[in-house]
């Protein structure tokens, strides 16, 4: 099997429609079901009305306002933070952990990890995680860049004691800044027990999008935990 196996697309561009599932998703999907959940997981535990939220590429200037909507409806997500910018932005990062949520790794670069050398990939793991608050004992969790993974990228953080975090379902909050279309992905009869969400933190449209779908969440029965949460029985 190529190393590169796992590899996800080129991001897309806002302009670029929703691809069909290719030969690579199919076999993430295989691997989700395949390897120890300590290792790789796109979804988490099934058996009740839980789903999680999840933030990629903050901390951002926007971050409060999102913390603010989350508080809102009573909602806990889990935040896979840049480390770059957790350096210019400390203060968000204390904000996230103070109001309850979970923070994890998303690259200090935001290089993805299939490009990176096995002693590259080692260093943006810890030079991340030195900036991060300590994590329960059982779960270092990290969500590779773009979703990026191959063989090789996924051993070298199992090796090192962290488990990638992709996602089951996908905001599209980087395919569009529609709000509805946003929302439409998000709603709730579309949810699944177990689901880990996709959206991002630095756009204003998700944000705009986050009132609306997390009422609609809520109404109809289902709790918003971290990745973390969601990783155990219920």
């Known amino acids: 099997m190529p190393d590169s196996a796992f590899a996800e697309e080129p991001a897309p561009t806002l302009a ?8 690579k998703s199919r076999l993430r999907d295989f691997a989700a079901r395949a390897l120890p959940r300590q290792v790789f997981v796109r979804q988490g535990v099934g058996g009740a009305r839980r789903v999680a939220l999840t933030f990629d590429d903050g901390p951002h200037d926007l971050t ?12 806990r997500a889990t935040f896979f933070v840049v480390g770059e910018e957790c350096a210019r932005r400390p203060e968000a990062l204390l904000h996230m952990v103070a109001r309850g949520h979970e923070v994890a790794g998303h690259g200090f670069t ?5 490009k ?36 090789r990228s996924l051993a070298v953080t199992a090796q090192v004691g962290y488990t990638t975090v992709l996602w089951s379902r996908d905001s599209d909050d980087c395919r569009t800044t529609s709000v509805d279309e ?8 579309a949810l699944t027990p177990g689901e880990i969400i996709l959206l991002h933190e630095s756009q204003k449209w998700t944000l705009a999008t986050l009132p609306a779908a997390l009422q609609a969440i809520a109404a109809a029965g289902w709790q918003m935990v971290t990745v973390g949460d969601i990783l155990q029985p219920p």
């Open 16 to 23: 670029e429609p929703r691809q069909q599932p290719t030969w």
């Open 182 to 189: 946003v929302a439409a992905r998000l709603a709730p009869d």
């Open 116 to 151: 990176l050398t096995a002693a590259e990939l080692r260093d943006e793991l810890e030079r991340t995680t030195q900036l991060l608050p300590p994590t329960p004992a059982g779960w270092r969790l990290v969500r590779p860049p773009f979703g990026a993974t191959s063989v």
């Open 110 to 114: 935001h290089t993805a990890f299939t």
């Open 64 to 75: 409060d306002a999102y913390l603010d909507v989350l508080d809102r409806f009573g909602a």
